[in-house]
């Protein structure tokens, strides 16, 4: 059942809320003249009525038993801000792109982006003129972090209170239907970051509505949404039809999940998987893939295995596995959840197995963890060296670029794109962005601001953080995690990007790399070099991938027979390296040194 305001044109519009304990419900048109129309209880909670002489943009709210006004829980658009009345959407628009369709996930290179900080003017307007930019390095989908409306103008997004409405301050609904049609119209993808496993604190009105949440379980940011107990049908549908606003009013081609290991369900049918059914069944009618893309620390196999095999069916899921075994590698860092990582063996098996933990021992959680994956393709899960979460939740938010050598930044690209795997990059990592991405609110509480700052501290206590953080209400800590974009052309800068490119390139012309079969890769880890050896195969093409994590040459062992060709190498001075010390051409017999921090990809020789 759709919820909020669906205006049906002919200044006609159905309005829907879900409060399952109200005794009456009405929703008050705000005027002039203003009016209160009472709503008709129907099937489980839902109120609803269908009211004539209603315009766009007419401002309303719900009320409670004949006392409280509040704003609409599924508002699609609050213009005087989270605690203000909603108002009525048309969601007519002249798409340019009436032919598009959508490519396979498998086929998908991420880029991440913050709206607000992507550029200086922090809209989805501004964005457009970046895309031919994004399109001619090889990027094919971008990833926009959370858009749901939050307190202020500042935040990551993941303080949303209003999941149907798209921030103003980014240019609202129609700003984000421009967007999503620029990007159809250039053949890119676009995925859209959506909670559902939690809500803001401020402006958050929905417990005066009903059972929203569970103290059942408790999640980092409080109670959790009510998906199991007592009415929770009514949170069930709120949250699907959710997700099926964003594919049908807005055209994403994914959305990315947020932290499905804080959505709580122990009911005989989980919320995603229903999810995942009511999003099929929209897809195939419209015949456009919709895709599922899950972030998950539990590396739950589950997630992504269909509902035959007893699984949630989902396309894909974020593999944190693969950015820690990275980062350790690169950085020597060993606090935290890094205190698992950090061998060469683990980079070797997230290569083959995805998860590097598959029901083994974490010191880090002190319990066996994770489950095998190798049944399903590696192109369910989706792999980075960097993220916004990597990065911003570091004290400092700092970038790879600012932790690690040049040499070490292609090692990082050269994991990444070539990984057997859909890649993900953050913004600005093509080019070594400077710029830190640090965390931002702008709360009109000054205690919600305070209670952040506190925990903000005890979470980089885990992690031995000494000192103090940015103030995330500031708005100067905004600005500072604004790109540098001038600098993608510059001097080392424009090098990596280039590396970057060519990576890509490879990626897309490379058979063995484009298939992703389980079968067809036999990796080898040197845990004494820090080297690990990478066979691809698909038929008669192969590709050799060579790693040197240490800060030594070291000498690439066990080739499969050849003659191999090289195709880059990051040592190599056009890369500003220290200049290869591998051959062109190569077999199997040869015996080769890596330079340090180095990656190496040769194709065999037909």
Same mark, same amino acid.
């Given at each position: 059942?759709?919820?909020?305001?669906?205006?049906?044109?002919?200044?006609?519009?159905?309005?829907?809320?879900?409060?399952?304990?109200?005794?009456?419900?009405? /929703?008050?048109?705000?005027?002039?003249?203003?009016?209160?129309?009472?709503?008709?209880?129907?099937?489980?909670?839902?109120?609803?009525?269908?009211?004539?002489?209603?315009?766009?943009?007419?401002?309303?709210?719900?009320?409670?038993?004949?006392?409280?006004?509040?704003?609409?829980?599924?508002?699609?658009?609050?213009?005087?801000? #989270?605690?203000?009345?909603?108002?009525?959407?048309?969601?007519?628009?002249?798409?340019?792109?009436?032919?598009?369709?959508?490519?396979?996930?498998?086929?998908?290179?991420?880029?991440?982006?913050?709206?607000?900080?992507?550029?200086?003017?922090?809209?989805?307007?501004?964005?457009?003129?970046?895309?031919?930019?994004?399109?001619?390095?090889?990027?094919?989908?971008?990833?926009?972090?959370?858009?749901?409306?939050?307190?202020?103008?500042?935040?990551?997004?993941?303080?949303?209170?209003?999941?149907?409405?798209?921030?103003?301050?980014?240019?609202?609904?129609?700003?984000?239907?421009?967007?999503?049609?620029?990007?159809?119209?250039?053949?890119?993808?676009? #995925?859209?970051?959506? %909670?559902?496993?939690?809500?803001?604190?401020?402006?958050?009105?929905?417990?005066?509505?009903?059972?929203?949440?569970?103290?059942?379980?408790?999640?980092?940011?409080?109670?959790?949404?009510?998906?199991?107990?007592?009415?929770?049908?009514? /949170?069930?549908?709120?949250?699907?039809?959710?997700?099926?606003?964003?594919?049908?009013?807005?055209?994403?081609?994914?959305?990315?999940?947020?932290?499905?290991?804080?959505?709580?369900?122990?009911?005989?049918?989980?919320?995603?998987?229903?999810?995942?059914?009511? #999003?099929?069944?929209?897809?195939?009618?419209?015949?456009?893939?919709?895709?599922?893309?899950?972030?998950?620390?539990?590396?739950?196999?589950?997630?992504?295995?269909?509902?035959?095999?007893?699984?949630?069916?989902?396309?894909?899921?974020?593999?944190?596995?693969?950015?820690?075994?990275?980062?350790?590698?690169?950085?020597?860092?060993?606090?935290?959840?890094?205190?698992?990582?950090?061998?060469?063996?683990?980079?070797?098996?997230?290569?083959?197995?995805?998860?590097?933990?598959?029901?083994?021992?974490?010191?880090?959680?002190?319990?066996?963890?994770?489950?095998?994956?190798?049944?399903?393709?590696?192109?369910?899960?989706? /792999?980075?060296?960097?993220?916004?979460?990597?990065?911003?939740?570091?004290?400092?938010?700092?970038?790879?670029?600012?932790?690690?050598?040049?040499?070490?930044?292609?090692?990082?690209?050269?994991?990444?794109?070539?990984?057997?795997?859909?890649?993900?990059?953050?913004?600005?990592?093509?080019?070594?962005?400077?710029?830190?991405?640090?965390?931002?609110?702008?709360?009109?509480?000054?205690?919600?601001?305070?209670?952040?700052?506190?925990?903000?501290?005890?979470?980089?206590?885990?992690?031995?953080?000494?000192?103090?953080?940015?103030?995330?209400?500031?708005?100067?800590?905004?600005?500072?995690?604004?790109?540098?974009?001038?600098?993608?052309?510059?001097?080392?800068?424009?090098?990596?990007?280039?590396?970057?490119?060519?990576?890509?390139?490879?990626?897309?012309?490379?058979?063995? %790399?484009?298939?992703?079969?389980?079968?067809?890769?036999?990796?080898?880890?040197?845990?004494?070099?820090?080297?690990?050896?990478?066979?691809?195969?698909?038929?008669?093409?192969?590709?050799?991938?060579?790693?040197?994590?240490?800060?030594?040459?070291?000498?690439?062992?066990?080739?499969?027979?050849?003659?191999?060709?090289?195709?880059?190498?990051?040592?190599?001075?056009?890369?500003?390296?220290?200049?290869?010390?591998?051959?062109?051409?190569?077999?199997?017999?040869?015996? #080769?040194?890596?330079?340090?921090?180095?990656?190496?990809?040769?194709?065999?020789?037909?």
């Amino acid at each position: 059942m759709r919820v909020g305001a669906n205006y049906l044109g002919d200044r006609r519009c159905t309005f829907t809320v879900w409060a399952p304990l109200a005794k009456e419900m009405a /929703v008050q048109l705000i005027g002039p003249p203003s009016r209160m129309v009472p709503l008709e209880r129907g099937d489980r909670g839902h109120w609803h009525a269908t009211v004539a002489d209603v315009e766009p943009g007419t401002l309303y709210q719900f009320q409670i038993n004949g006392e409280m006004l509040r704003p609409d829980p599924a508002s699609q658009c609050q213009p005087q801000g #989270v605690h203000g009345p909603s108002a009525v959407v048309d969601h007519r628009f002249d798409w340019q792109t009436l032919g598009w369709q959508s490519f396979p996930l498998p086929n998908y290179l991420i880029y991440e982006l913050h709206v607000g900080t992507f550029t200086p003017e922090g809209t989805f307007e501004a964005i457009i003129p970046r895309l031919p930019d994004l399109l001619e390095m090889g990027i094919n989908a971008i990833e926009l972090m959370p858009v749901g409306q939050f307190p202020g103008d500042r935040n990551w997004g993941y303080d949303g209170v209003y999941p149907f409405s798209v921030q103003p301050s980014y240019g609202g609904v129609e700003g984000l239907k421009r967007l999503v049609d620029a990007c159809h119209q250039q053949a890119m993808a676009v #995925v859209l970051d959506v %909670i559902y496993n939690h809500f803001g604190p401020e402006g958050n009105y929905t417990r005066d509505f009903g059972p929203y949440f569970t103290e059942h379980y408790r999640t980092p940011w409080g109670s959790a949404v009510n998906f199991d107990d007592a009415h929770s049908d009514g /949170v069930r549908n709120f949250v699907i039809e959710n997700a099926l606003y964003w594919f049908r009013e807005f055209r994403m081609d994914a959305l990315r999940l947020d932290a499905i290991h804080a959505i709580y369900d122990f009911g005989a049918r989980h919320i995603l998987s229903e999810m995942n059914d009511r #999003v099929k069944a929209f897809a195939q009618q419209e015949g456009q893939p919709c895709y599922l893309i899950a972030e998950s620390d539990l590396n739950d196999v589950r997630v992504v295995r269909p509902p035959a095999q007893g699984g949630y069916g989902l396309d894909a899921q974020w593999n944190d596995d693969f950015h820690h075994c990275v980062h350790t590698l690169l950085t020597g860092e060993s606090d935290g959840y890094y205190l698992d990582f950090g061998t060469c063996e683990q980079f070797a098996k997230v290569w083959t197995s995805s998860f590097a933990y598959t029901w083994t021992y974490s010191p880090h959680r002190q319990r066996y963890h994770g489950s095998d994956a190798r049944d399903r393709p590696p192109s369910q899960f989706v /792999v980075c060296a960097q993220n916004h979460d990597q990065v911003g939740n570091r004290m400092m938010g700092d970038r790879l670029s600012t932790l690690v050598g040049f040499e070490s930044l292609k090692l990082a690209a050269g994991a990444v794109i070539l990984a057997p795997a859909i890649p993900l990059l953050f913004m600005g990592e093509e080019y070594g962005e400077e710029a830190p991405f640090l965390y931002f609110i702008s709360h009109g509480d000054p205690e919600l601001a305070r209670l952040v700052r506190e925990g903000r501290k005890r979470e980089f206590a885990a992690f031995h953080a000494t000192g103090e953080a940015p103030d995330a209400d500031s708005p100067e800590t905004f600005r500072a995690s604004t790109l540098n974009w001038e600098q993608r052309t510059q001097g080392k800068h424009g090098v990596l990007r280039q590396f970057y490119q060519t990576l890509i390139q490879l990626r897309r012309t490379l058979s063995p %790399i484009t298939h992703f079969d389980r079968d067809a890769i036999d990796v080898q880890a040197n845990e004494g070099d820090c080297t690990v050896r990478v066979h691809h195969w698909q038929g008669d093409e192969a590709v050799l991938i060579g790693f040197n994590f240490s800060p030594h040459p070291q000498p690439l062992l066990k080739l499969p027979p050849g003659p191999w060709q090289k195709q880059v190498d990051s040592a190599d001075a056009r890369w500003q390296g220290p200049g290869s010390a591998l051959p062109d051409r190569l077999d199997g017999e040869d015996t #080769v040194k890596m330079q340090p921090t180095s990656v190496a990809l040769y194709s065999k020789v037909l």
